[in-house]
C-alpha cells in the first residue's frame, strides 16, 4: 500500500510538472507571437499604399519613408539623438565609473545613505521628479536646449553606471591594487592601465544599458526639451499626438525607422559585449 500511494504521488507530481511546463511555454508562444504581430502589423503598415478592412495591403510602397523624412524632419531629429545619447554615455561613464570606484573601495560617513539617494531616481518613476527637476532647468535657462536633455537623462544613468560597475570592482582583488602602487604606480596610471583594462567588460555592458535606456526615455526628454532638442521617441510622440490630420502610414514608417535605430544600435554594442563574457569574468575574480 505504501509503494502503491508513493507511485501515485510521484505520479501527480509529474503530472504538475508537466502541465506547468506546458504551461508556461503557452504563455511564452503566445506573448511572442503577440508580439511579431505587433511588429509585423507596424512594419507592413508602413509600406501599405492602402489597408483597410482585409488581410493585406492592397500595395506596397517607400513613399512613406520619404514622406516622413520630410514632413518630420528627421535628419534633424536623428542628429539630436546622437547628439544626446553619446554625450549621455560618455559623461555617464566618466562620472559613474570613478564614482563606484570610490564606493567600492572607501568606507565613510553617511555611505548607505548615500547608495540610497543612488538608488532613488531609479525606484522613484521619472514622471514624479521630473516636473521639479524640468522648473529648475527652466529657471536657470538650461529648459528647452540640448544640455538640459543630457543633464536631465544622467540624473537616472550616472546612478545606473555606478550601481553596475559596483560589484565589478569589488570582484578584483585590492592586493593588485596594492602590488601596482608598491611599483610606483599614482592614482591616475592605476585607474588607466590596471583597472580599466580588468573593468572593460562591465564598462561596455552599463554603458550599452545606458545607450538603449538613452534612446527610450521619454518622460525626461519630453519634460526639458524644446523644439530643436527632441529626440526620436519624443518626435514620435508628438507625431502621434499633435494637433492636425497624419497619415496613419508616414507615422508607422517613423516608428518603424526608431526600432530599426534601437536594433542597429543593439547589435552594434553586442559585438564589442559579450554578455556570457561579463558571467565568465566574474565567476574568474570570485576564484
Given amino acids: 500500500m505504501t509503494i502503491l500511494s508513493d507511485s501515485r504521488s510521484l505520479t501527480a507530481r509529474d503530472v504538475g510538472a508537466k502541465l ?9 508562444i503566445f506573448f511572442v507571437i503577440n508580439l511579431f504581430g505587433i511588429i509585423g502589423a507596424v512594419v507592413t503598415s508602413s509600406f501599405a499604399t492602402r489597408w483597410l478592412r482585409s488581410w493585406m495591403p492592397s500595395g506596397f510602397t517607400t513613399d512613406w519613408y520619404v514622406s516622413a ?22 559623461l555617464s561613464g566618466v562620472i559613474g565609473v570613478p564614482a563606484a570606484y570610490a564606493m567600492a573601495r572607501r568606507e565613510f560617513p553617511g555611505k548607505k545613505a548615500t547608495m540610497l539617494v543612488f538608488l532613488l531616481p531609479l525606484l522613484v518613476p521619472p514622471i514624479t521628479y521630473g516636473i521639479p527637476l524640468a522648473t529648475v532647468l527652466y529657471q536657470t535657462g538650461f529648459g528647452g536646449t540640448l544640455t538640459g536633455v ?73 519634460l526639458t526639451s524644446g523644439p530643436t532638442s527632441q529626440t526620436l521617441v519624443v518626435a514620435l510622440y508628438y507625431s502621434v499626438f499633435a494637433a492636425g490630420v497624419r497619415a496613419v502610414q508616414s507615422i508607422d514608417a517613423m516608428a518603424v525607422i526608431y526600432m530599426s535605430l534601437t536594433l542597429i544600435w543593439l547589435i552594434i554594442a553586442l559585438r564589442f559585449v559579450n554578455p556570457t563574457q561579463i558571467v565568465t569574468r566574474g565567476k574568474q575574480a570570485r576564484d
Fill in 20 to 28: 506547468w511546463v506546458i504551461s508556461i511555454w503557452t504563455l511564452l
Fill in 69 to 90: 523624412w520630410s514632413e518630420f524632419q528627421l535628419g534633424d531629429v536623428l542628429m539630436t539623438t546622437f547628439q544626446v545619447v553619446g554625450a549621455v554615455v560618455v
Fill in 150 to 222: 543630457i543633464l536631465a537623462n544622467l540624473v537616472p544613468t550616472v546612478p545606473f553606471v555606478i550601481l553596475v560597475m559596483i560589484p565589478f570592482i569589488e570582484q578584483i582583488d585590492p592586493r593588485i591594487e596594492s602590488a601596482a602602487r608598491v611599483f610606483g604606480a599614482g592614482t591616475f596610471r592605476l585607474f588607466i592601465h590596471v583597472l580599466l583594462p580588468l573593468l572593460t567588460p562591465g564598462v561596455l555592458a552599463a554603458l550599452l544599458l545606458v545607450l538603449v535606456r538613452t534612446i527610450a526615455m521619454f518622460e525626461l526628454t519630453f
